[in-house]
């Protein structure tokens, strides 16, 4: 019997309270269209910074960039999806995406790493975690 055996649990926080809650944002259904078979969601923070975009972020540009969400989000999972096939393992693995930075008026893309992460979900079930380089 080890020490932490009769350890009473003092908070937890599942995956599915994190996302009603905002924290995490599930890309699912997207994640499949990719060819994920797992469910799969991203931080909050990775979210905005690759994903998010909007009439706002786009009329502060200088020239039209044609950027939407649905582009960005396929971006970023099709190319979670080439890091994770041809990954040499182990549980996370951090890629490259081009994205335009919202801020500013530049059009230029820009490069920014982010981290696929595979662990256990709320029923020990592996799911997918897309996040911000020291994100856990």
Not at 117 to 127: L, N, Q, R, S, Y
Request: hydrophobic share 45%.
């Amino acid at each position: 019997m080890g020490f932490w055996d009769d350890a009473e649990v003092i908070h937890s926080y599942s995956r599915a309270q994190a996302i009603a809650d905002g924290v995490l944002v599930d890309v699912t259904t997207d994640a499949a269209e990719a060819g994920f078979k797992l469910p799969c969601a991203m931080t909050v923070a990775a979210w905005s910074d690759a994903v998010e975009w909007s009439e706002h972020d786009e009329a502060r540009k200088a020239e039209g960039t044609g950027q939407s969400i649905v582009g960005r989000l396929w971006d970023v999972l099709y190319l979670a999806n080439l890091a994770a096939r041809h990954g040499r393992g182990g549980d996370r693995l951090t890629y490259t995406v081009s994205r335009i930075p919202r801020e500013g008026a530049t059009v230029a893309p820009e490069p920014m790493r982010l981290v696929l992460h595979i662990g256990p979900g709320d029923t020990a079930a592996p799911v997918l975690t897309i996040m911000l380089p020291g994100e856990d």
